[in-house]
């Protein structure tokens, strides 16, 4: 516990020079947003969209000065809401956090009591940042493409684009765990092992999507995760199936899609939009659901590594260049 005046370490973003810079800064309750629920912050999470706002490589922080930060996981301090009382574990991801909101790259933060939910039972704190938003995303994906019936377990191909990565290295091992085959698509041939563990039966080079291809390609998967967006979207979509769908939640690749309607109108191909930051409630709790349920707790093991906050600046520098695999999650005590 810290007092009102007593100062904490934060992750702030400010406007220098015109464009946005991301620095530690001190700060005290007394500096946080008025909101119902005093949260002490255990850890946080490093996510694409962390990365561009910490780097300054996107302009994510709509407004300044701003704490970074999508997610957090703690404990309540405090709360004027009846929804939270003192000592509840809770978790955070999303509601415009680094971009409209203060988020949890600090030790404390205060938030509005209905965007927090209750830590899902059998997942500790800090697994539930291992998973953290990217993990929580990869979940609405594969109950969006279940939801759709295009996937059945035993059936044909899935494929996870950007497969390495956060959103992908989870959505490989729910994929696996419900009983998909899943191909993963990825540009590191070094992490073929480590996706081999997470359950992927076949693997496809990332360049061979990232190229310009025909609007209708021959039939493949019959569903897909994509994080990347952009060409590699297109070739994806025009390679699924007939009926088939693509659960699209990314844009590492780009936010352009360079396609055509003849998938959509000739194959009855489904293109899914996800989003995780204001999902409602009730989709918010069922992919925790499956996460409690499916995540097999060995491999979010393996693909996990804790860091330090005082490390973020050069974390945040190598998940937008490509060089992060799995998940980091970020003690903010340190």
């Keep these: 516990m810290t007092s ?5 370490t934060a992750v702030v973003i400010d406007t220098v020079d015109g464009k946005p810079k991301a620095a530690f800064r001190q700060l005290t309750k007394a500096d946080l947003p008025d909101n119902d629920v005093l949260v002490e ?5 490093l996510n694409y969209k962390d990365g561009l706002a910490v780097s300054g490589k996107g302009r994510i922080a709509r407004r300044t000065p701003m704490v970074a930060g999508a997610d957090l996981a703690g404990t309540v301090v405090s709360s004027r809401s009846p929804l939270w009382k003192t ?7 999303g509601f415009g956090m680094s971009e409209t909101e203060w988020g949890g790259y600090s030790r404390f933060q205060n938030v509005k009591a209905e965007w927090l939910m209750g830590l899902p039972k059998g997942i500790t704190l800090e697994q539930s940042m291992a998973i953290g938003t990217a993990g929580y995303t990869a979940a609405l994906c594969v109950n969006a493409l279940e939801d759709w019936g295009v996937i059945k377990p ?3 191909e899935v494929l996870v684009t950007g497969a390495a990565g956060g959103v992908g290295s989870i959505a490989v091992s729910l994929l696996a765990a419900k009983g998909y085959r899943v191909t993963a698509s990825t540009g590191r041939p070094e992490t073929h092992d480590y996706l081999t563990s997470l359950g992927a039966t076949a693997f496809i080079d990332r360049a061979s999507l990232t190229e310009k291809g025909a609007p209708l390609q021959k039939e493949r998967w019959s569903g897909a995760v994509d994080s990347v ?3 590699t979207l297109a070739n994806v979509l025009s390679q699924t199936v007939y009926g088939g769908a693509v659960a699209a939640c990314g844009l590492a690749g780009g936010a352009d899609l360079p396609a055509t309607v003849l998938p959509h109108i000739l194959r009855s191909v489904a293109l899914l939009g996800v989003d995780s930051v204001f999902a409602p409630l009730a989709k918010r709790q069922r992919a925790w659901q499956t996460l409690a349920d499916q995540l ?3 491999h979010l093991s393996a693909l996990t590594t804790v860091e ?3 490390k973020i600046q050069e974390l945040a520098d190598a998940i937008v260049a490509g060089q992060i695999r799995g998940r980091v999650v970020i003690d903010v005590s340190c």
Excluded: C, H, Q, W
């Excluded at 009102?4 to 904490?8: D, Q």
């Excluded at 912050?41 to 999470?45: C, D, G, H, K, V």
């Excluded at 000592?87 to 991801?93: A, R, T």
């Design 229 to 231: 967006g952009s060409t």
């Design 308 to 310: 330090p906050m005082s």
């Design 4 to 8: 009102m005046n007593e100062t904490f």
């Design 41 to 45: 912050i255990a850890y946080s999470t």
């Design 154 to 156: 035993g059936g044909g």
């Design 296 to 298: 097999d707790r060995a």
């Design 87 to 93: 000592g509840d574990k809770v978790i955070l991801n």
